[in-house]
T-cell receptor, first 111, second 114 residues
Framework: SQQGEEDPQALSIQEGENATMNCSYK?????LQWYRQNSGRGLVHLIL?????REKHSGRLRVTLDTSKKSSSLLITASRAADTASYFC???????????FGKGTKLTVNP | NAGVMQNPRHLVRRRGQEARLRCSPM?????VYWYRQLPEEGLKFMVY????????ESGMPKERFSAEFPKEGPSILRIQQVVRGDSAAYFC????????????FGSGTRLTVV
């Protein structure tokens, strides 16, 4: 089943700008996670936010979670060309032991 | 700590052959997950294993696919009698306990069926 749905599917910005990606999900969750995937590589875990948290920061990353709307956003501030990648949200569907991923947002940061 | 090791990185098989994909989890991680990714798609869950146990195989096709995580050695995803539609990237991830710790992914095995 497709739990997380990222929006937009693709995003192209200039270096230095901020990038915002959104994720919506359908069932109750214990936590929501964001991952990055560079082309042809595995996924890298970026940040995990628990269902009782509303906002979390890690470096240039800021994640928000709104459980009433079943949505999350990932903000990358002061983007760099090296941030070019696909970004996926993932949830533990109904509190299960597996993660369900969305189709991702493809971010391109132009130098 | 070498991280999650998957091999081979690339695997080419003819239709009807068997494909064996290996995954060694990070040291200290007892949970292994296999995912499949088609081009321009997200990851689709296949199976979740702990040592010697299959915990959740709800994403595994009913036929031709099997997975194991023996007491000793890597986890193996086996695809028998491969077809062109099996061509994809297969990723393995591991975690120490539960999802509260996030996954560590391997670099994947890219299977091409010709």
């Amino acid at each position: 089943s497709q739990q997380g749905e990222e929006d937009p599917q693709a995003l192209s910005i200039q270096e230095g700008e901020n990038a915002t990606m959104n994720c919506s999900y359908k069932t109750s969750i214990n936590n929501l996670q964001w991952y990055r995937q560079n082309s042809g590589r595995g996924l890298v875990h970026l940040i995990l936010i628990r269902s009782n948290e509303r906002e979390k920061h890690s470096g240039r990353l800021r994640v928000t979670l709104d459980t009433s709307k079943k949505s999350s956003s990932l903000l990358i501030t002061a983007s760099r060309a090296a941030d070019t990648a696909s970004y996926f949200c993932a949830t533990d569907e109904g509190g299960s032991e597996k993660l369900v991923f969305g189709k991702g947002t493809k971010l391109t940061v132009n130098p | 700590n070498a991280g999650v090791m998957q091999n081979p990185r690339h695997l080419v098989r003819r239709r009807g052959q068997e494909a064996r994909l290996r995954c060694s989890p990070m040291k200290g991680h007892s949970h292994v997950y296999w995912y499949r990714q088609l081009p321009e798609e997200g990851l689709k869950f296949m199976v979740y294993l702990q040592k010697e146990n299959i915990i959740d195989e709800s994403g595994m096709p009913k036929e031709r696919f099997s997975a194991e995580f023996p007491k000793e050695g890597p986890s193996i995803l086996r695809i028998q009698q491969v077809v062109r539609g099996d061509s994809a990237a297969y990723f393995c991830a591991s975690s120490p306990k539960t999802l509260n710790y996030g996954y560590t992914f391997g670099s994947g095995t890219r299977l091409t069926v010709v």
